[in-house]
């Protein structure tokens, strides 16, 4: 069965502090997995994707296939990166059809 | 480019009614999937249209059904409406790639139905 687990609800860092988002997943078959983010009063909009491998707003997040996670990481929390974060995985033929995590709404204080 | 658009933005419906929701996917996308989110939680496939037909269908009941109009344009309409079926509606447009779809997917802004 397809699911995403992002076990917390919110986290709240200092400002400059390193920013951990846990997310791991079960999936039957080789899935592509994502960060979608979500401003306030904002649409859900792409962060990252695995297969880009790339770095988004000074995010990364590695695949690990061994522990089924993708965890998304910033070594320096910025106040403008407070948002909600959804954890996404879905079939590598279709980049429409998504199974979503709870999210995590990430606070960074000042 | 307006991105992708959903109308109405709110929506109160009582039980036992039927609603629409409707959605204009990115210019240039053609492939049009639609997502339920119930309030503290992520959002729910519920089924993909391309070509004007139902692809794919995540584990919703069959009150819940769709259309995709030849500009791409879509529909969602829920029958028999429950408590249990205030959410916010996603809609999200890509573009097929082959038999993929391949582009990144593009949300709209949703439809916050309400059922009393």
């Known amino acids: 069965a397809q699911r995403v687990t992002q076990p917390e609800k919110l986290l709240s860092v200092f400002k400059g502090a390193p920013v951990e988002l846990k997310c791991n997943y079960s999936?039957?078959?080789?899935?592509?997995l994502f960060w979608y983010v979500q401003y306030s009063r904002q649409r859900l909009q792409l962060l990252l994707r695995h297969i880009s491998r790339e770095s988004i707003k000074g995010f990364t997040a590695d695949l690990n296939k061994g522990e089924t996670s993708f965890h998304l990481k910033k070594p320096f929390a910025q106040e403008e990166d407070s948002a909600m974060y959804y954890c996404a995985l879905g079939p590598s033929y279709n980049f429409n059809k998504f199974y979503f995590g709870s999210g995590t709404k990430l606070n960074v204080k000042p | 480019d307006a991105g992708v658009t959903q109308s109405p933005t709110h929506l109160i419906k009582t039980r036992g009614q039927q609603v629409t929701l409707r959605c204009s996917p990115k210019?240039?996308?053609?492939?049009v999937s639609w997502y339920q989110q119930a309030l503290g939680q992520g959002p729910q496939f519920i089924f993909q249209?391309?070509?004007?037909?139902?692809?794919q269908r995540g584990n919703f009941p069959d009150r819940f059904s769709g259309h995709q109009f030849p500009n791409y344009s879509s529909e969602l309409n829920v029958n028999a409406l429950l408590l249990g079926d205030s959410a916010l509606y996603l809609c999200?447009?890509?573009?097929?790639?082959?038999?993929?779809?391949?582009?990144?997917?593009?949300f709209g802004q949703g439809t916050r139905l309400t059922v009393v």
């Open positions: 249209y391309y070509e004007e037909e139902e692809r």
């Open positions: 210019s240039g996308h053609d492939t």
């Open positions: 999936y039957s078959g080789s899935p592509e």
């Open positions: 999200a447009s890509s573009l097929r790639v082959g038999t993929m779809a391949a582009t990144e997917a593009f």
